[in-house]
């Protein structure tokens, strides 16, 4: 057996993937066809709650120092994440060849085998192992793990070879993209509608420039490589009126609004996590977020089972939870690619929907869906609104010591945050503290939230269970996400 987990992809899914998996002690081998990262920017900027989700890990100070913003957008409508009263920001300009260099680092760090060079080919599943054709430095190989996860992109191969259903509808339109040097223009961070189709700019640092153009009516080309930037600048110039062409082309692209989804994110022994299981309009960055927020969700699920702490149920939960996720992502997208690109007879909805977007409850319902912030998973029944929510930051006091329920999520594990000090409570959850921490605190400066005075966090910073307002008792609520109590002091041994 070459490893537990075999990853097909080392972007930002894959590798996340890798780096989860290795804080909960399993080992994983990363696949990548080339020999190393492309440097390229592709996807930029990060999500309030990716964002969160990478201070969980303690990965935010890698970046280094990154430009944070409280705006964003949905269609092109402005937006302002300040409506959502959590202090939420988004890292702007954030490009995707840096998320790749910090999450690569950390996951090697932490142990990950990954291989580059190595082209996956196709595979077999085995009921109890999955073995993978790969083509690499050595000529080719059959290797073989217990799980296989297809993390390479929306022409994933992965996908392909296990035969999942992916229904959707092809691309309309075209959008051209180019990163420049040697310009200097105006930033339209948000969809900028202009006469005959829509442009966007951005300043990437370093002198970089991105600009984005889409003329109204374009068909998607089949292309076999990327457009040239003459055709990048001509368009440019005819939407906008200003020259460009006297720049410096750094990576230039073309993608379209093709939405595709799915059905299943596990077949067997065979699991999907970001683009290899959705694609969609990148509309506000949401596609690199939802595919980090996969592994995530992933992660500690597939290690509990293959561990032997949790049977198969709870890694069904992946299929269950995401899948909604990316339902209502391609939904969300699907909507914006009309408000940003449709034309001139979608204006009255446009307008209605700006002037909507006023409203504070509405803004809020738009902030938290571009945020990432309005993800709820179905953990069991109950009055508090926290329920299935992830956490918003707490911070807390140990005694003297000032931590947050944040960094209290650093290894991975699951967190049962005991607000009002109460013995009975840790000792409920004790037959469970070989894989949740028992943590006794007091909020810092504010009161909890959902007036909790307890609450059971997953890996992923989700509320599992809160007290006041779960109907599920909290060993109830232990045993489904983590698994049956320890018994007479044996751990589980069972492993899949």
């Known amino acids: ?77 402005p937006l302002d994440f300040g409506v959502l009263g959590g ?58 793990a217990r799980f296989l996860v297809g993390c390479d992109g929306g022409r994933s191969a992965v996908r392909k070879a296990a035969g999942f259903d992916f229904p959707g509808t092809p691309a309309t339109t075209e959008l051209l993209l180019a990163d420049i040097r040697g310009v200097d223009l105006e930033s339209r961070m948000v969809a900028d509608r202009v006469t005959d189709g829509m442009v966007m700019t951005a300043r990437l640092g370093d002198g970089v420039h991105r600009v984005i153009v889409a003329e109204r009516g374009a068909p998607p080309q089949r292309r076999t490589g990327p457009p040239t930037f003459a055709e990048v600048a001509d368009a440019w110039k005819r939407l906008t009126g200003v020259d460009i062409s006297h720049g410096e082309p750094v990576w230039l692209s073309a993608f379209g609004d ?42 500690w699920k597939l290690a509990a089972v293959l561990r ?3 049977g198969p149920a709870l890694l069904d939960t992946y299929h269950t939870e ?51 912030l309005d993800i709820r998973y179905d953990v069991g029944n109950g009055p508090n ?11 807390l006091l140990r005694g003297a010591t000032v931590t947050s329920s944040t960094e209290l999520l650093r290894a991975g594990r699951g967190v049962l945050l005991d607000l009002a000090d109460t013995p009975r409570l840790r000792r ?34 989700h509320v599992a269970w809160i007290a006041p307002g779960s109907h599920h008792d909290l060993p109830m609520a232990l045993e489904r996400w983590f698994g049956p109590a320890q018994q007479h002091g044996t751990a589980y041994t069972r492993a899949v």
């Open 1 to 77: 057996m070459e490893a537990s987990v075999m990853v097909v992809g080392a972007g930002p899914a894959g590798l996340m993937l890798a780096g989860e998996l290795r804080l909960a002690g399993i080992d994983v081998v990363v696949l990548d066809r080339l020999p190393r990262r492309t440097g390229e920017s592709r996807g930029i900027g990060l999500t309030p709650r990716t964002v969160e989700v990478l201070d969980q890990r303690g990965l935010l100070p890698r970046f280094g120092d990154i430009e944070m913003s409280g705006l964003g957008h949905f269609g092109g409508i």
């Open 87 to 144: 202090g939420d920001r988004a890292a702007r300009t954030v490009p995707q060849s840096a998320t790749e260099s910090v999450l690569e680092s950390w996951a090697r760090e932490l142990g990950a085998d990954i291989r580059r060079d190595h082209e996956f080919t196709g595979l077999t599943d085995h009921g109890d192992r999955v073995e993978a054709q790969v083509r690499g430095p050595a000529g080719r190989q059959v290797l073989s």
């Open 258 to 299: 093709a939405t595709r989804q799915v059905t299943e994110y596990r077949r067997g022994r065979v699991l999907l996590a970001g683009d290899s299981a959705h694609i969609h309009l990148p509309a506000g960055g949401q596609g690199m977020n939802t595919s980090v927020q996969d592994s995530v969700n992933l992660g």
């Open 308 to 310: 032997g702490a949790a």
């Open 322 to 372: 995401r899948h909604e996720v990316g339902r209502r992502l391609l939904a969300n997208t699907r909507a914006q690619s009309l408000l940003i690109l449709g034309s001139e007879e979608v204006q009255p909805l446009r307008d209605i929907l700006t002037e909507l977007a006023r409203y504070e409850e509405v803004a809020r319902h738009f902030a938290a869906k571009a945020a990432g």
């Open 385 to 395: 609104p926290l329920l299935g929510m992830r956490m918003p930051r707490l911070e």
């Open 428 to 461: 409920r959850a004790a037959p469970w503290a070989d894989r949740v921490d028992l943590v006794t605190a007091t909020p810092r400066d504010t009161a909890a939230p959902g007036g909790a005075s307890a609450v059971l966090l997953r890996p992923d910073g």
